[in-house]
């Protein structure tokens, strides 16, 4: 199983970005999907969630009307598009997937809002 994320960078405030997550070695479309994020000395954080059909999402209060996940199980890919971002939406953005093999976490991708 690898999860491989990307999108991440300096933003403004009120900036967007899109993540990406690039899926492989489990059958993608089985499997709901996660973004979770973590700043330094905090425990990671749950930031949203999709089913494997994509038919049903789940979100954080603090990104609700500002973050959308999607997927696409053709390409085996997961987003995050994050818009009006904050200077607290700084942190550290993980995919995740629970499979029946285990829980398994990308690298992270970094996501800095700051003027």
């Known amino acids: 199983v690898q999860l491989v994320e990307s999108g991440g960078g300096l933003v403004q405030p009120g900036g967007s970005l899109r993540l990406s997550c690039a899926a492989s070695?489990?059958?993608?479309?089985?499997?709901?999907m996660r973004w979770y994020r973590q700043t330094p000395g905090k425990e990671r954080e749950l930031v949203a969630a999709i089913s494997s059909s994509g038919g049903s999402r789940n979100y954080a209060d603090s990104v609700k009307g500002r973050f959308t996940i999607t997927r696409s199980n053709a390409k085996n890919t997961v987003y995050l598009q994050m818009n009006s971002l904050k200077p607290e939406d700084t942190a550290v953005y993980y995919c995740?997937?629970?499979?029946?093999?285990?829980?398994?976490w990308g690298q992270g991708t970094q996501v800095t809002v700051s003027s």
């Open positions: 995740n997937t629970e499979i029946l093999s285990g829980n398994y």
């Open positions: 070695g489990f059958a993608f479309s089985s499997y709901a």
